[in-house]
């Protein structure tokens, strides 16, 4: 006997941002899965989805927002629980990669978290990762499943191109952003500068030298994420130091742990661009800020794996790190 099934999509949020997961679902045209959170008193997490998986191509939404490990570990007894009741393909879709930053070992007896959590993504049942300009794009190596490397570089280009801003020029903060602020440079058809930093410590970083052009100019800083705004000061700082009109910054990730808000409040900068890749609470969020939604990019890229399209075509390689 043959018969001839039809592939069923299905959409899940955890409770990290449940507001982006029903946007992206929004975009489908597609209700969020029923799916029951719950947290023990003890702290332990429960995980039980309403209705049958069996066969479906399932997509589970989880940023690694605070309380992160909590966030982490959620994701992964969803992936477990849809790969014990036989769902056909599970994808992780994980706009902001925890861990990240711990990419290598930079001093001795240090763990690579960031393989850590991959191992455990894939432990856990996850047949595909959807994640967002990871910090290191050699993540992906950790992986021996396929990534979707998607990237929100075309949609803060844009926007800066639209508010006309005069003289620009695009800033790495460091020799590792060097790539990223040249896909902003092409896109906006505008010279670059290097910053050359130093990081004394975790969550403090000194600006040394500023390599190329930038006096008279509006300047915009370009990074993956802001964490404590550290580097974003520091930065702003040493461009307006070496004459910069105007300062403006982006990045994709604006996780904005403290004393982030108050750094972006006392820092020479007139705005700073970020996108939706995590939830911000509005006693971190400074009047500064300004927060572009990437839930049709993510909603688009659900639609390409799906149907098992190109990925790649819908960035213009913009995507590949």
Do not use: W
């Amino acid at each position: 006997m043959k018969e001839i099934t039809r592939k069923r999509l299905m959409i899940f949020g955890g409770r990290s941002y449940t507001s982006l997961a029903r946007e992206i679902a929004g975009h489908l045209g597609v209700a969020l899965g029923e799916v029951e959170l719950k947290t023990f008193a003890n702290g332990e997490i429960y995980v039980r989805f309403e209705d049958s998986v069996r066969g479906i191509d399932a997509f589970v939404i989880q940023t690694c927002s605070d309380p992160i490990n909590r966030s982490i570990m959620e994701m992964m007894f969803m992936i477990d629980a849809l790969k014990r009741a036989s769902a056909k393909r599970i994808s992780a879709v994980v706009p902001y990669y925890g861990y990240s930053r711990q990419d290598k070992k930079t001093l001795a007896r240090e763990p690579i978290s960031a393989r850590l959590v991959a191992d455990m993504l894939e432990t856990a049942g996850a047949d595909r990762i959807l994640s967002m300009d990871l910090h290191a794009g050699q993540i992906q190596g950790f992986f021996s499943v396929p990534v979707d490397h998607l990237t929100a570089v075309p949609l803060l280009a844009s926007y800066i191109s639209r508010k006309n801003l005069p003289d620009l020029v695009m800033v790495s903060p460091d020799a590792g952003r060097v790539k990223m602020a040249k896909k902003y440079s092409d896109h906006l058809s505008a010279p670059m500068a290097v910053l050359h930093k130093r990081r004394p410590e975790h969550s403090v970083a000194e600006v040394l030298h500023v390599i190329g052009d930038v006096e008279g100019k509006t300047a915009v800083l370009v990074d993956d994420m802001i964490d404590t705004g550290g580097t974003l000061a520091s930065s702003a700082r040493a461009l307006v130091k070496e004459g910069a009109a105007e300062v403006y910054a982006c990045a994709t990730h604006g996780i904005f742990s403290d004393p982030a808000k108050q750094r972006m409040d006392e820092a020479p900068i007139k705005e700073v661009i970020v996108t939706n890749t995590v939830p911000i609470p509005p006693e971190r969020k400074s009047d500064k800020v300004t927060v572009l939604s990437i839930a049709s990019i993510f909603a688009n890229t659900i639609t390409s794996v799906f149907k098992d399209e190109s990925v790649s075509e819908l960035f213009g390689g913009d995507n590949q790190p």
